[in-house]
């Protein structure tokens, strides 16, 4: 059973959640939370497998509530599914920096929703490729350079190289390797390998550490 907390200040949205992931028999909603701070104290109490964050909440937002829970330094975090509108873009990149593990917008169907809860529990990231191409390339520039490009170079193989600049344009591992013209269990074994080598959570770390370094070019 996948234990889920949702945080939203809309009252409505909040119980639409509720009311779809509960539906399913291997989710379990265990708790609400209508602020960020009481977000932060109910994760840190029940530890959910996955927190349904909303970014514009009052007393603390879900970014700081993010960061709070998944950041750097965070001996067990608590993994984070941010939901927001569009046009609330630029909030989405500074909580995937924060140490979300993906982001939905809000007018995903509930099936998007579901999947991208299971998702997360399982480990994996949640990035939709269409919406993370748009998003860093309108805003990966402002936060770079902070790590010098040769790290990655001095760490990561050639064809590694050239996979974490493929997974900053927002492809799936499917899509990498018809790029690549190489299996998709061998794109996982690379991706798994940079994450590794670069000490990276998961692969939303990956594609904010290659713009953030300038390996990726937000304008290409």
């Known amino acids: 059973m996948i234990r889920v907390l949702v945080a939203d200040d809309q009252a409505l949205v909040r119980t639409g959640f509720v009311t779809i992931l509960d539906a399913q ?11 960020g701070r009481a977000a932060v104290g109910l994760a840190r109490r029940l530890r959910p497998d996955v927190v349904v964050m909303d970014i514009r909440m009052p007393v603390l937002d ?3 509530a993010t960061r709070q829970l ?3 330094g965070v001996a067990e975090p ?10 609330l873009d630029e909030y989405v990149f500074q909580a995937l ?10 007018d995903a169907t509930p099936q998007q929703l579901v999947a991208g809860v299971r998702t997360v529990a399982a480990g994996d990231s949640l990035l939709a490729p269409a919406v993370t191409r748009q998003l860093i390339g309108r805003f990966g520039a402002r ?5 010098p490009l040769a790290n ?29 013209v ?39």
Not at 27 to 35: H, K, N, Q, R, T
Not at 79 to 84: A, F, G, I, N, P
Not at 97 to 106: E, H, I, P, Y
């Open 182 to 220: 190489i299996s998709a269990e061998t794109v996982k074994t690379y991706v798994s390998r940079i994450l590794t080598k670069l000490d990276l959570r998961d692969r939303v770390q990956a594609v904010v550490y290659a713009y953030r370094t300038g390996l990726a070019d937000p304008d290409a």
């Open 62 to 64: 879900g970014i700081e």
């Open 25 to 35: 028999d291997d989710l379990e909603v265990v708790g609400e939370a209508s602020d």
């Open 152 to 180: 990655a170079h001095s760490v990561l193989a050639p064809r590694e190289l050239e996979v974490l600049r493929l997974i900053a344009t927002g492809l799936s591992n499917a899509e990498i390797a018809a790029t690549l």
């Open 78 to 87: 608590v993994r984070t599914l941010v939901v927001t509108t569009f046009n």
């Open 97 to 106: 920096r924060a140490g979300a593990s993906g982001f939905l917008l809000k």
């Open 70 to 72: 998944a950041g750097p």
């Open 143 to 147: 936060v770079r350079p902070a790590e």
